[in-house]
Each structure stands twice: as C-alpha cells, then as structure tokens.
C-alpha cells in the first residue's frame, strides 16, 4: 500500500465536507461531492484535512465522512488523521485503514519548532498509527507555523518506511521542490510521491519542478488534472496559458480565513453541495464578495466555458 | 450556579488525570485522587484542564472522568472544555453540566490575536455551550499565546452573564488583577472570582493584590490551602514564611512540559496515584531530575512535615 | 502637512534601495531609480521600508538614502521610521522631516498582541517623533504578525490627528477596507488616504473596496499607476484585463523571502538599477528561478510591451 | 582570546546601562556600576544585552558605553552585537574588539524555525563578525522564540572556531547543560564555556548540572558569585540555603516585561544607579510593587545582610 501512494501522481482533491444550513453533517451530499470529483477526472481524494473542517466533527460524524466516502469510490481516499493526541489520531487511522483507505495525513502541531521536536513528533505518530500505515506529512507552514527543511523531510521518509507522500504547501516552495528531486536523484531520499497544495498558487511551476501533482481543494479540480497533464505531455504554454485564466479565481481562493468559504460558494453554485454552510468558528462571505467571485467566474468564463454556470 | 461560581473563594486543584502505566485510563485511581483533594482541604477541583492531558482523551473517556469524579465529591467540579471544535465543545459542556459540573472551562485557541477576535470567540463559544451553563475565562498567555487585556476580560465578563470566573495566570499579572479588582470596585465590572493559576509562582502577593484563591495542580495542595487561609487571616508574615518554604520547589514544577511530569511524581511518591505514566506526547523526569526532586523534597521537609515522604 | 498625505491618492512607489554588488550603497543609483518611479507616473514615494533593506543600513546610510531622494524629486516622499527604540525612531524623522520628507511610516513591532498594547505603541511613537510629524500607519500582518482590527485602527487615527494614512496590506483584507470606509461615511472615523501594499496582489479589488491607492514595489509602477487610473475611471473590465496580465508575475514576486530578489532581477534587467545585491541576511534567485521570471516577462510582453526586455 | 572566554568560569554580570531621570545616558554612572560589578566579585560583564536596552540606544551611544566600561575594568568584557542586519553588526564587533572586548554576543532573530535557519543564520555572523572575533549564543526561547536543539548548538559550535560560550538560558534547561556536558566529554564537541542566565531562576542546580557558572542581572551578583563558589567547593547544602533564600525575590525580578524596571529599582535602592529610568518603550513599577519589592529585601536582609538596605 505505501508503494501504491509513493508512486502516486495526478490530483488528489481535498474534499470539502458537505454540511446542512442547520450545520448536521450531509452525508448524501458526500456521494455527490465524491462523485463531482471522480467525474473531474482526479486520481484520490483526501477526506477531513483542514479544509474539510475534521476538527470540528464529532468522532462519530468524521467516521461517518469516511465511510460514505470509501463506500463511494475506488480511488484511492487519503484521511487527515491530525489530532492533539494520539489516542484519537490511532483510533481515527486504525478505522480509516479498516474502512479502505490507502493511508492517512498526519500535520504537525503548531507548537514545533526544532528538526529535534519535528522528528520526535513524526515518530510518535508512526509509533501511534502503526507502522505498516501509510502516511503523508503535511507541510504547510503558513497554516501551521511550522518550518520543515528538505533535510527533515528527508530524515522523516528515511526514518520511517511508511512515509509514502508529501503533502508540499511550503511559501515559497518552489526551490524545496528542486531539493527534494535532487535528494531522490542522488539516492539520498527514497522517491516518494510529492503533491502540491497551497491553493494551487503555483502549480504551473510547481510541476516544472518535478512534483508528482496536485493536493488541493480548489473549486475547479478539472483545472487541476488539466494543468498536471498538460505539464506532463511537455505541453507548457499551453499549461501556462489555463492555469493564468484561473489565476484570479485561485488567488481570491486561496485568502486565509474566507478561502474556504469561497470555496463552498463556487461548488454550491456549480451546483455540487446543497449548501455553502460551514461549522463554527467558519467564515462567510459578504454579498460584496459574492459579487466580486461572481465576476471573476464571468471573466474566467471567456476562457473557460465550465466556469459559466 | 453562576452566582456560586461567581462568588468562589479559596482553592480548586486541578485535578491531574491518572493513567496506568499502559496508558489505560485508571479509572479507579479518580476515586482516590479526589478524596485526597477533599482531604486537603479545597474547595473544588478542575478537571480535564491543560495539565489533565484533556487533549489526549477519547470522549467517552472524558465523560469517564467526569462521571467519576464527581460521583464522588460533592465539592464543585468545574471542567475543562476547550476543543477544536464548537459541537465538541457543545456536547462535552452538555454532558457535563447533566451531570452535575458547576461549570466549564473554556480557553481561547493560540491562533486569537486582536481584542474583536477574542470577543468574538467567547461570543461563539458561548452560543455553542448555552447561555446558562457557568463559565471560567482560561487567562494563560505563557501556554497558550494569547493576550487578553483587562479590558477584554472586563468586556467578556459584561456581555455574558454567565461568566463566572477568570482562571488568572498571565505573566507577570500582579497588576492585572489590581486592575480587574479595580474595575469591580468602581462598578464597571460585575464581581467574579480570580483564581490563580501558573503553578502558584506568585500566589504569596496574588491573594494580597485581591485575588479570590488559587486554581493550579501544585502536588501539594495543602500548601494552597494554608496559603490561601493565612492571607485571608490577615497572617501576611507566616502566608510567605509558609510559601517561601515550597517556592524551591514550585518552581521547579512550573517548568513548562517538564512540569507535569515532576507533579506526577510527586503525587505517586506520595502515594496518590498508582502510576506516574502520561499520555504521549508526555514528559518524563530523567533520573537526575528525580534525584534533584527528592532533594527538594527532603529539604521542604525539614519546614514542613508534610513533604517527609 | 497632514491634510496633504491624509488627501493622498494613487501610487506611492516602495522604492528599493540599491546596493553595487560589494554590498556597499549605490548612492548614484538613487537618482536613476527615482527618476524612474517619476517617469513611471507615481504620486509619491516610500524609502527606506521593508523592502528597502531599512534595517540593514547604518544610520548615516539612512540619512544619505533620504538626502538623494529628497534632493532628487519634488514628489511627496515617506520615510520608514520604524526602529526598535524610540531615540533612533525620534531622530530618523525629525532628519526626515528636516529634509523635507512629507511624513513617516511607522511598522508595529511584532511582539504586539492585544488592542491595548498596539495603541500605547502608537501613543508612545507620536509622543517620540513629535506630533507634527504626518504619520503612516503599516498594516501587514503576514510580514509583522501584529493584528488590527477595524476599529484599532480607527481609534489610532482619532487619538493622533497627526495620523494621516493606512499602508492596508492585511491579508485577506478587501472587507478591511469596506469597513475603514464605512467609518469615514459614518463620521466615526477622520478621513485618511488607504493606500494598498502585499505586492499589489488584489489591487484590482482594492480600488472597488473604495482604497486611495497603491503603496508597493510591484517591479512594474506603470502597472499600479495604470489600474489605479483605469479603476478611478469606472473602467472596470479594462483594469482587471490589464492587471490579470500582470497576475501571473505579481504572484510571482509576493513571494515572502524571495520576492525582493525577483523585483530587484526584474528592475536590473529593466536597466533601472546596476546590480541586483541585497545586503545579507538576503536572498537570492536560483538559475531556475530566473529563467521562471524571464519566461513570466515574455509571456506578460504578449499583453504589456513595457514588458518587452 | 577564543581559549579565554571557552575556559571562562564564573559570574559575568550582565550589566545594566543606567540613565538620567531624563533619559540621557548616564556615563558616568558606568564607571560607578562597573566599579559595583568589580567589588561584587565577578569575572567578566557584558554589557549592551537585553536587560542592557541595546536596541534603544544611538550607535555612539553604544559606543560611548563600551568604551566607558573597558576605560574602567581589565575584567574580560562581552558586548551584545544583535542587531537586524549584519552591517551594523560588523560595525559594532569591529569596534568593540579594538576597544579591548573580550568577545561578542550574538541572539538569534526570533523568526528564525529550523535547524537549517539557525545554522545559516550564525555562519553569515561569524562572516560579518570576522572570523577571530570570539562569540556568544545567545540560547534564550522565552524571550527570542527561538528553539536550539543540543545538536544545533553543538553543530555551531563544531562549525566555528571562535564561538567560545553559551549564554544557557533555555526553559526548561537543566537536561539541556547535561546534555552538552556529555557532547563535550564523549569529544562530540568541542570544550566551551556554559554560563547561565534566566534570571538565576535555576543557578542552584544548573551548578549541579556542570555549568561554568552564570551570565545573568541580578541586582545581587553578589548572591551568583557565591552560589557558584560554594557549588565549585562542593557546598551543595549551604548553596542551596543561600539561593534559597534570595529566590522570593529572584522570581520576582525575573518576571518579563517589569524584571528590569525591578532590578533598576533594587540597584538604585542600593546607591550603585542614580536613576531606575528605562528608555522608552520601558517599564516601570507601580507603588505596590515597589512595596512589595521591599517587603522580599526586608524578608531576604533576616537571611543575608546584604539586602538590608
């Protein structure tokens, strides 16, 4: 299982998580939502990550995600499994094993700051979920504060054999990337699978670099497998040349605190959830701002007819 | 309730939460470590707090705590219910209150910076536990990153009536407590309880500056008591000669991360709890560290009988 | 002097502060670059900030920055100020002033948390540079980690009349702005120009939310002076064509770290400065990363002939 | 004069720098707190540190303080050098070694994450410095939020020849001295000097651990000259009754934000400073602080006659 997600490349969709007006979870909504992503075309999902608001379900309402979600697709499903200790993080990744998931996405706490603390903190987990799970490590500083250097991610995948992908949103990351190629190269880090989030801000170079796709939740994944193919088919101007008309939409996207709510907005207006409600502590959009991603739809639909709903 | 809560003097230990060295909860050692407390004197206990390991609890283990402890005090319990989430935060502040807690705790999330963000999160939190269950404003910047300013408090405790006490640990926060003192004296700010926190470091002047007791998990409660009682009496002398005694050693439990793991110890040493195990990610003590506690122990006891373990 | 920057609107041009690749100041290459930004069309401009390198220069290196530009232009000309002390900040601006600056720009220092402690900064700063001296206020969170709310900033600008405009950089920030000039229309608030900074990266949106203009180091001014004046027109399709071009570079360049190596590549390869060093502790762009920027500037010429290099 | 300062044992005092009531620097009250630090029977002095208010005084001020303690004492001398760039570093380094310092000492920038960042950080230091100058780490993550592993500073250490001393101020810290000890007898790395700072909040066991004794401000550095000597004699008892005894007062000074305006206060209360002035932003001590300070030298004076003032 950890060779199939070391090798992993494509999109894997970071899945929203469907909630009622009234904030219950839609657990019907999930099928639709999972059958959106599979018909854009993506290679995985990833259920209950930060966008997917996983701290704020109840343990039985995040099994529930899982198991509707697995219970919906034959890709491979990825579950962030962060938590605050690792009782909850064993159980939540033992059950997601049992349930089918091809492994779990462990983010560092906030509190880390030395390559000491980090790897100490990424053993523990291990030793927590088990080592034959497969897991990704999420590196996302802007979000959570911590700073992984291409030495500790490499110390990590060597350490651990499990370690299959990195989940890589570092801000600038794009010579991080060169490093961890250049790692794998010279034979210093095994290959493992490297997909890229942040809002997809920098996929058009992202895949230049070398990554192996994409891992974000932006509300049009069909602009994410067709960047990643066409960089894969040599096809860069072209790549260049979507990606820029989805460029205002992915910035506006990618605002921390509102970007999630956009992000809700465009798939209810798409049509994919019935509601664009988040659980609190959530953020919502004024009717200026639904105005202006209005907008920016219309424009973006010049260039590309599936953003004209 | 609130009122009771809001009136509280004299000292709430927090309750450490006793594991096997498994890890198991230990359920059974609940019983015997909140007979101790009563035995000591206090006046209520605090559980699942920061230094409960809360964070590492399954639910249906926390509700065993709480069912537990107090099952078998009829002291007020208050209980510590800071999550991720509003819906855990609901259902633990529910579950508690049904049976039969005075009130919860609820810290603000490290990520709160500006005055309206922390408003607006008591504000939420509030909506999400009910505007009648009693609360504890959690004011601890040193562990938790966050600054709320007497005026802040003040504006929490004015907008929710169900605020009944600051947890007061800031640091330094002298004249914090001066000021919120202050403030209720010249009618701005309804009266609540302040109790002290941050392992007792500075509670000899906290109770001068008008503080209504202490709330921390020193591993001798008594000496919170006495302090407590003799600067009530006025005994400002013997409340610091008594204090000066223990200082040796509450400051070396107030060591962040390590500070748990010297509490536990000494409680097992004291025959309190079976096991002085934690949760991961724990602490633990190295030999040298628990050779220096011994020492400081058989130093405090040549002053107080109580440490001749 | 106040009514003057408190009225500003359009583009002040964050300048860069040029270095010959000894590391030793490029006093002569100040008058190239200014007169550059003049050509270019910008209304003012802002020296020594943080992406002029300010704390890296020694005081009489300031002092020569400020005589060079101030000699040079007849454009209103802001000076950053921020210092770590008070008795540098009180004689960088009384210098300033006394050279003819037409106000300063004060950064909070990133320790600062509550509202409280954000206004007694300010209070402090007036009180050491005088209040005569026009002040802006910097408000740049992703960069400075200091939060103000709406309303801080508001009571910022009612306690100091000297207080004439917002450098906005807040991220997200578009409501910021709605809410700022919701104060003014209300009368809660004096009018203050709002001028935009984060790298132009929603300039577009930020003329619509009702900001006075740019104040950033975009390597393009001509680009901010243009959107500016296209939004000010009520040209609305055209600013955001002309921006969007743009976007795939502005992105480019926010970079934190990074992006000042981008800017000063792309003003060097433009001819407006002799070499692009940056005093240590810099950064500096791989291979990779400029044939990136060459390939972004090719593809913008397409659009922009100004990007034609 | 690497071998001096890594062989150092002892007490360097970190010098206060005292000013007029007004806030100019008083030089001459150097030579009366130089003469102070003398007679207290310290090893060494640093002067412009932290507590010495560096960042808020004039670039000849610093000098004027370096060159009217060197004028003073053959004691060897330590100059704090942090600064924001390495410009101004250079500078003062330079200036202070010609004057007869006995090194410098360098803190981390508090931005500073990852053990890469760290590493780098001291490397372009020593380059700016020179590579003769002998320096300091400054380990202090209470104040500077930065996180040094035992490895990382063994790798600074091993990585440059003239880094002679570590200014141990971590907290927890006590496994952190052991921990380097061991490096250094396991010929990990290399010898060099651990003094200990924190306030003295520690002294008593850091002895114990194996530092070379203490780098801190207590306004009795009479009290750290003979902790460490009775440690050195092997007098754990009777160092132990003496910190004891100044510990009440030892965590009341080092309390963050107000320690210095309290140690200013004592060291005025005891004729060394004219003046407990701090240079804005400062702190200053209410009246019931003040007597509380007191109310500890009035209990501490039964102990040590010393404090009866």
């Known amino acids: 299982m950890t060779n199939q997600l070391a090798s992993a490349r494509g999109v894997f969709a970071i899945a929203a998580t469907p909630f009622r007006d009234d904030g219950r979870l839609d657990t019907a909504g999930i099928d639709r939502l999972t059958d959106f992503y599979v018909a854009c075309g993506v290679d995985g999902l990833t259920i209950l990550g930060i966008m997917g ?69 990424y053993a523990q987990a291990v030793e927590a979920i088990g080592m034959d799970v497969p897991f990704v490590i999420q590196d996302y500083p802007l979000a959570l504060s911590v700073i992984m250097s291409p030495r500790v991610i490499r110390t990590i995948v060597q350490n651990h054999a499990s370690c299959a992908m990195v989940k890589h949103e570092d801000w600038p990351g794009l ?15 095994r290959p493992v699978s490297i997909l890229c989030g942040n809002g997809a801000l920098f996929l058009d170079f992202e895949m230049e670099r070398g990554a192996s796709g994409a891992m974000t939740g932006y509300a049009f994944p069909e602009l994410l497998v067709d960047v990643v193919r066409l960089q894969r088919d040599g096809r860069r101007d072209a790549a260049h040349d979507l ?22 907005y465009v798939l209810k207006k798409r049509g994919i959830i019935a509601s664009d409600a988040q659980r609190k502590p959530g953020s919502s959009l004024t009717g200026t701002s639904r105005a202006e991603v209005d907008y920016l739809l219309a424009r973006l639909a010049r260039h590309d007819k599936r953003a004209a709903i």
Chains 1, 2, 3, 4 share one sequence.
């Not at 997601?96 to 996405?105: K, P």
């Not at 010579?175 to 880090?189: P, R, W, Y």
């Not at 008309?245 to 996207?253: S, V």
């Open 243 to 264: 990606f820029d008309a989805h460029l205002p939409l992915i910035r506006y996207e990618q605002q921390p605190g509102i970007g999630l709510a956009v992000r809700k």
């Open 53 to 121: 608001e996983a701290p704020k379900l109840e343990p039985e309402e995040s099994l529930a995600v899982i198991r509707q979600a697995l219970g919906r697709t034959r890709l491979p499903v990825i579950v962030g499994v962060s938590a605050s200790g690792f009782a909850a993080m064993h159980r939540l990744a033992r059950e997601s094993m049992d349930l089918g998931a091809a492994g779990v996405m462990i983010a560092p706490p906030s509190h880390l700051r030395s390559d000491d603390q980090i790897l100490a903190y």
């Open 175 to 189: 010579d991080k990337i060169t490093q961890l190629k250049a790692f794998m190269a010279e034979g210093s880090m």
